[in-house]
């Protein structure tokens, strides 16, 4: 009898112990890594890896152009965006699209002679910024995939969202990266017995989705920008000391020689009237003294004189 009741007790126990293991879900709040591709991890590595000056990237807010128009998505994979952004050491700035479109239009009417280029050329950025980052949400989807055992059923949760998205140099307009990329986020969820976890409506996966999707995009950007050559700017000159854009950031060693360079006359393209750039003129050369903090280096001038904030830099090969 005490056997008996023994072998019902454990019975029991281990069913129960099923029925509440099986109400924990394996999926929930949206983690660090919400991928499949560890894409998380990859973002922080480029991030880690990335040597050039901190370039301040306006963000344009992401068109939702989802079949569904599903509502938000826009602007939550925007918030997403600069945060990745953030992360990966550049500098995000909001831009609004009427602001964008007011300085294409400069830029055009410049370069067409209709405008006369003043004291500052549409060309050379809006208000210090190097880049700015446009796209479009195209897709979203959410599906469920299942399985049923003896004694447990599971079901993973899967959303997918689709991205268009471009990286643009304000000062030359041309597009550096221009892709379309997936997001992808699973949530699993286990029942015992019929009872166990719900699948309702989940923020998590959307958030998840989308954040894949823009940390691919940012990582994509970083190693765009990581494989050009070394370039940036003077901000300051104080005798023979000259202070730029750089930083700890830059990975740049005290000694590195770096050549200064005036921007001169635009180039105009005589086919299609637009400009391929200005020619620069070397007027002298820095010596890498110290980084001052994360962005901004030192240097002693070496050859030349006369530099002015806004000459350029780049590292003498």
């Known amino acids: 009898m005490r056997r008996t009741l023994s072998r019902h007790y454990l019975s029991s126990f281990f069913i129960l112990s099923l029925i509440f293991s099986g109400c924990t879900s394996m999926g929930g709040a949206v983690k660090k890594d919400v991928s499949l591709t560890d894409q998380t991890e990859k973002l922080e590595t480029a991030g880690a890896n990335y040597t050039g000056p901190q370039y301040t990237i306006g963000v344009i807010t992401l ?22 952004l953030k992360q990966a050491g550049l500098e995000p700035i909001m831009l609004t ?16 002679g209709i405008v006369k280029t003043g004291k500052k050329d549409a060309a050379e950025g809006m208000d210090s910024i190097d880049f700015r980052v446009s796209g479009a949400i195209t897709s979203y989807s959410e599906l ?50 019929g ?57 740049l060693d005290s000694g590195t020689l770096l050549a200064v360079y005036r921007p001169g006359k635009e180039l105009i393209d005589p086919e299609t009237g637009r400009s391929l750039g200005q020619r620069e003129s070397r007027v002298g050369e820095i010596k890498l003294s110290n980084h001052q903090n994360d962005r901004v280096s030192e240097g002693s001038i070496t050859k030349g004189s006369g530099f002015k904030r806004g000459d350029i830099l780049k590292v003498v090969q």
């Open 195 to 251: 009872l166990g976890d719900k699948s309702s409506a989940d923020v998590s996966l959307r958030q998840g989705a989308l954040r894949d999707a823009m940390n691919k995009a940012v990582e994509a950007m970083i190693l765009e920008l990581s494989s050009r050559p070394f370039q940036t700017n003077i901000l300051l000159v104080d005798g023979d000391i000259v202070i730029f854009k750089a930083g700890t950031k830059s990975k």
């Open 63 to 84: 068109s939702n152009k989802t079949p569904s128009k599903v509502l938000g998505i826009g602007e939550a994979a925007t918030d997403i965006l600069r945060t990745s």
């Open 97 to 112: 699209s009427d602001e964008l479109q007011q300085h294409d239009k400069m830029i055009e009417l410049q370069q067409s």
């Open 144 to 193: 469920d995939e299942g399985s049923n055992l003896l004694l447990t059923s599971t079901k993973t949760q899967i959303a997918r969202v689709g991205v268009d998205y471009a990286l643009v140099d304000i000062a030359s307009g041309k597009t550096l990266v221009a892709k379309s990329g997936m997001g992808e986020y699973r949530k699993k969820t286990r029942k015992v017995l």
